[in-house]
C-alpha cells in the first residue's frame, strides 16, 4: 500500500516555526517530484511548495517565497516543508504530495496524496 505520511503540524503563535515531514512508503518514489497543498476552511486547495527529484528545482506560492523552504532527503523518501514567520492566514490542514513531475504538481495533476496535518497559527 501507496502511503504518504505527513507530520509536524500543531499550534504554533504568530512569527513562530515548525516543520512539516513526509514519508513515502509502499512504492519507489524515485525520480517524483513532491510537494505541499494546503487548504483552509472555506476555501481552495493551493499548492505552496513542490520539489523535482534532485531538488534542483523549487516552486513556491508567493505567500511562501521568504519564509517557506522545501528540502528532501530522497534516501529516506522524505520531503520537508520549514515554515518560518509564521501568519495567521498560514493555518490550514497541508497535505503532502507526490506527481511524477513539478509541472503534474503545479497543474494538481497529482498521484499520491498524504492524509493532512493541521497547522493552526495563533494571535
Known amino acids: 500500500q501507496v502511503q504518504l505520511v505527513e507530520s509536524g503540524g500543531g499550534l504554533v503563535q504568530a512569527g513562530g516555526s515548525l516543520r512539516l515531514s513526509c514519508a513515502g512508503s509502499?512504492?519507489?518514489?524515485?525520480?517524483?517530484?513532491m510537494g505541499w497543498f494546503r487548504q483552509a476552511p472555506g476555501k481552495e486547495r493551493e499548492l505552496v511548495a513542490a520539489?523535482?527529484?534532485?531538488?534542483?528545482?523549487?516552486y513556491y506560492a508567493e505567500s511562501a517565497k521568504g519564509r517557506f523552504t522545501i528540502f528532501r532527503e530522497n534516501a529516506k523518501a522524505t520531503v520537508y516543508l520549514q515554515m518560518n514567520s509564521l501568519k495567521i492566514e498560514d493555518t490550514a490542514v497541508y497535505y503532502c504530495?507526490?506527481?511524477?513531475?513539478?509541472?503534474?504538481?503545479?497543474?494538481?495533476?497529482?498521484?499520491?496524496w498524504g492524509q493532512g496535518t493541521q497547522v493552526t497559527v495563533s494571535s
Open positions: 504530495v507526490a506527481a511524477s513531475s513539478l509541472v503534474g504538481i503545479r497543474t494538481h495533476a497529482v498521484g499520491y
Open positions: 520539489i523535482t527529484w534532485t531538488g534542483s528545482t523549487t
Open positions: 509502499g512504492r519507489t518514489f524515485v525520480g517524483y517530484a
